[in-house]
């Protein structure tokens, strides 16, 4: 709205549309009854205040200008500018150096009032002299993940058929860079992977190209389009009043997904197809290589869950151990993926339609990470469910250890074993298996 943003060659021909949702359940297995009751309870809340629909929101190239990079964040002459998981990133830094908070806070006061006014649309860049401008794309770190994958992976994407040669660079604040993220570029867009470099250094540039995710415009943006979208029929009304307010972004995110995310879908699953992969397991244990790369989380109580899952057929994958187009396959061709809650979850943009994913959580867990990984279950759309059981180490259910302290471990008792078990045993047995789909690449191009 400040200027410094312009598209490249034309508008997008829509930002915002309503997609088939996922299947989404979470069930309450405590050992403790009162633990078990609160655990229910947030449940119902959770599932109340969202939509029924899920929504894509577009990603879309662009011109930046006056562009500045640091610390895994973008200014625009001065402004922060509010993109997409970034943007949250943003807006958490200015919140927590304002004291007001909420309605309260004078940057929603802000959003909403030149929401209420008409905007002009934004500015179009020719793409023959944007072919002459470096690529620049935030990520947020180098050693996690789900961040890589879901926010910044996807990104390139958009920039496949570009022949311009220019370096792409991806921005992040330190130099801790782990050895996955460079695999990943390579095995899904080999043509780009030599051109890609981690620039740490704060880097200014008058102008360059990058990636914008609409996920703040939809409640910052007076756009007719946008509007018309969230009140088509069989659209839930209540999206109309979460998408659009400044206060529920973060709410917004977890029943939605950004269309770069379903372009990395649909990027990955045909290199997977080129790569042939071999024979991969139908019923997998996603177990964790605790020595590796990833940071060590325990679980504990699931040695007579292992026992029974085993007798079933299911089989151990340390997926860290895999290349990135076996891990992808693994997760595409599985029936049933079970896992205790880590950002190996985020595989799930590669599982097949119909497919069961089964997250084992705990207090801690749900009332701090739960909803990190709906979008990546609504871009496959495939079944995902969590079982939130007990907190390894802590044995007083009336409290819960603060986040700050860091995620505990996950303690199996006989509830959540028992859930868990139940799902999979509903699962197996239905007489129809071609409710799990083929290997969904339907994700329309952005």
């Known amino acids: 709205m400040h200027g410094n943003i312009s598209y490249i060659g034309r508008s997008p021909s829509w930002i915002v549309r309503k997609v088939e949702p996922a299947e989404i359940r979470a069930f309450a297995a405590s050992d403790h009854d009162e633990l078990q009751a609160l655990q229910q309870t947030s449940i119902n809340r959770r599932m109340e205040i969202l939509p029924k629909n899920a929504l894509e929101v577009r990603s879309s190239p662009v011109v930046l200008q006056n562009a500045r990079f640091a610390h895994g964040l973008v200014t625009l002459s001065g402004r922060f500018w509010l993109n997409g998981a970034s943007g949250n990133r943003a807006r958490k830094k200015f919140e927590s150096a304002n004291p007001a908070k909420g309605e309260?806070?004078?940057?929603?006061?802000?959003?909403?009032?030149?929401?209420?006014?008409p905007m002009s649309p934004?500015?179009?860049?020719?793409?023959?002299?944007?072919?002459?401008?470096?690529?620049?794309?935030?990520?947020?770190?180098?050693?996690?993940?789900?961040?890589?994958?879901?926010?910044?992976?996807?990104?390139?994407?958009?920039?496949?058929?570009?022949?311009?040669?220019?370096?792409?660079?991806?921005?992040l604040p330190d130099n801790s860079i782990?050895?996955?993220?460079?695999?990943?570029?390579?095995?899904?867009?080999?043509?780009?992977s030599p051109r890609v470099q981690f620039v740490v250094k704060p880097t200014r540039f008058d102008a360059v190209r990058s990636v914008y995710s609409h996920q703040h415009y939809l409640s910052a943006v007076n756009d007719p389009?946008?509007?018309?979208?969230?009140?088509?029929?069989?659209?839930?009304?209540?999206?109309?009043?979460?998408?659009?307010?400044?206060?529920?972004?973060?709410?917004?995110?977890?029943?939605?997904?950004?269309?770069?995310?379903?372009?990395?879908?649909?990027v990955a699953l045909l290199q997977m197809e080129l790569a042939n992969i071999g024979q991969?397991?139908?019923?997998?244990?996603?177990?964790?290589?605790?020595?590796?790369?990833?940071?060590?989380?325990?679980?504990?109580?699931?040695?007579p869950l292992l026992a029974e899952l085993t007798a079933r057929g299911f089989q151990k994958v340390v997926f860290e151990r895999l290349s990135p187009l076996e891990q992808i396959a693994t997760m595409n061709r599985a029936d049933i993926v079970i896992a205790p809650h880590?950002?190996?979850?985020?595989?799930?943009?590669?599982?097949?339609?119909?497919?069961?994913?089964?997250?084992?959580?705990?207090?801690?867990?749900?009332?701090?990470?739960?909803?990190?990984?709906f979008k990546c279950a609504h871009v496959s759309r495939c079944r995902y469910d969590t079982v939130f059981a007990d907190i390894e180490g802590h044995d007083d259910p009336t409290t819960n250890p603060p986040i700050s302290a860091g995620l505990l471990g996950i303690r199996i008792g006989a509830r959540a074993k028992d859930r868990i078990l139940q799902i999979v045993d509903e699962t197996l047995s239905q007489p129809d298996r071609s409710v799990f789909g083929d290997h969904g690449g339907a994700i329309q191009s952005a």
């Open 104 to 117: 309260d806070s004078p940057h929603i006061a802000l959003l909403r009032e030149s929401r209420d006014h």
């Open 122 to 171: 934004m500015p179009v860049y020719d793409p023959a002299d944007a072919a002459d401008l470096d690529i620049s794309i935030e990520l947020k770190n180098g050693f996690n993940y789900y961040h890589f994958l879901t926010e910044t992976l996807g990104s390139l994407a958009h920039y496949l058929d570009d022949s311009s040669g220019k370096p792409i660079s991806l921005h």
């Open 178 to 192: 782990k050895g996955f993220l460079r695999r990943f570029i390579d095995a899904i867009y080999p043509s780009l």
């Open 225 to 266: 389009t946008v509007d018309q979208a969230l009140r088509n029929e069989g659209t839930d009304p209540l999206w109309m009043q979460m998408a659009t307010d400044p206060l529920h972004v973060k709410k917004a995110c977890m029943q939605s997904y950004e269309s770069s995310l379903g372009l990395l879908r649909k």
């Open 280 to 303: 991969t397991p139908r019923l997998i244990w996603m177990d964790r290589d605790e020595g590796g790369e990833a940071r060590a989380r325990g679980i504990s109580g699931h040695e």
């Open 342 to 373: 880590g950002a190996g979850l985020a595989n799930m943009v590669f599982a097949k339609p119909g497919a069961r994913v089964i997250e084992l959580g705990n207090r801690q867990i749900q009332l701090h990470r739960w909803g990190d990984f």
